[in-house]
Structures are given as structure tokens and as C-alpha cells.
């Protein structure tokens, strides 16, 4: 599965971006969708998660500020991001998880977000 991540970039504190992720090569429905982060020196970390019937996972940190959404017709996840924090600034990674064997997870190039404050 390919995954071309768009959005993001400079954003302030309390303010909203929305990142989106285009999936295609595979059938969308057979795959977990979600993001994930990496801030520099940090460690990757969830941001959310989302099934293909629409059941949702986050992170502690984002939880209530940021909403993951999928389109399973045009194979599409969304990440809205509302409420910015300066400690959201991270690179934010698309990621696909196949649910059905062979069961495997791909990743997209990373697209950078920053806060200020």
C-alpha cells in the first residue's frame, strides 16, 4: 500500500490544521488507518487510530483536541487538529495496518507539523 500524506506545516497555539492521507495499491477497507508522531529526540508515538467501520483510538495527549476520520470510498484518513499545543510539533506519520493476513503495516513519508506559541 502507498501512502501520500498532505497537510500541515505552521500552525499556532490554539489554532487548528488538518492533515490528510491518500491510500492506494490495496483495498482500504482491510487496513487499520492512523498517525503517529515523532518530535525531535522523542520517540514515535500514537496520535490515533481508526478501523474501517469507524471505531476510534488516541493518544492520552490529543485526546478531545485532535479527530481522526476515515473515507473508505475515496480511501482516505483525515486528522483534524484543533486546540494546538507547542508540544504538538512533531513529524506526523500516515500509517496503514492490514488486518488480514498477510497481515503487515506501511508507513508515509512524514509530514511536519510546528506550534507556536
Known amino acids: 500500500v502507498q501512502l501520500q500524506a498532505s497537510g500541515g506545516g505552521l500552525g499556532q497555539a490554539g489554532g487548528s490544521l488538518r492533515l490528510s492521507c491518500a491510500a492506494s495499491?490495496?483495498?482500504?477497507?482491510?487496513?487499520?488507518m492512523g498517525w503517529y508522531r515523532q518530535a525531535p529526540g522523542e520517540q514515535r508515538e500514537l496520535v490515533a487510530t481508526?478501523?474501517?467501520?469507524?471505531?476510534?483510538k488516541y493518544g492520552d495527549s490529543v485526546e478531545g483536541r485532535f479527530t481522526i476520520s476515515r473515507d473508505n470510498r475515496k480511501n482516505t484518513v483525515h486528522l483534524q487538529m484543533n486546540s494546538l499545543l507547542p508540544e504538538d510539533t512533531a513529524v506526523y506519520f500516515c500509517n496503514a495496518r492490514r488486518t488480514i493476513t498477510p497481515v503487515f503495516t506501511s508507513w508515509g513519508q512524514g509530514t511536519e507539523v510546528t506550534v507556536s506559541s
Open positions: 481508526v478501523t474501517s467501520g469507524g471505531t476510534t
Open positions: 495499491g490495496t483495498t482500504f477497507s482491510n487496513f487499520i
